[in-house]
């Protein structure tokens, strides 16, 4: 039986199989992490940091969304 981490993952298959989508997919998260980065720079509120470590931490993980899939997909 397929649980539904391995039929998300295998759906995911070919976004990272292709090295243009994936490529496309990993620049994003730079653009993103480092406009969170910029936030931290600049923010003096508590709860905004912590929303804006949040997002980075997760968009760190999702980096690695390749390795996650091919690894789920089994």
Do not use: C, W
Not at 3 to 14: F, G, K, S, Y
Not at 28 to 41: D, P, T
């Amino acid at each position: 039986m397929v649980t539904e981490r391995q039929r998300v993952a295998i759906d995911l298959l070919p976004v990272v199989n292709d090295p243009n989508d994936l490529q496309a997919l990993l620049g994003y998260i730079e653009y993103r992490i480092n406009a969170l980065q910029r936030e931290l720079e600049t923010s003096s509120d508590d709860r905004l940091i912590a929303r804006a470590q949040g997002a980075i931490i997760e968009l760190r993980r999702f980096a690695l969304i390749r390795d996650t899939v091919l690894q789920d997909s089994k």
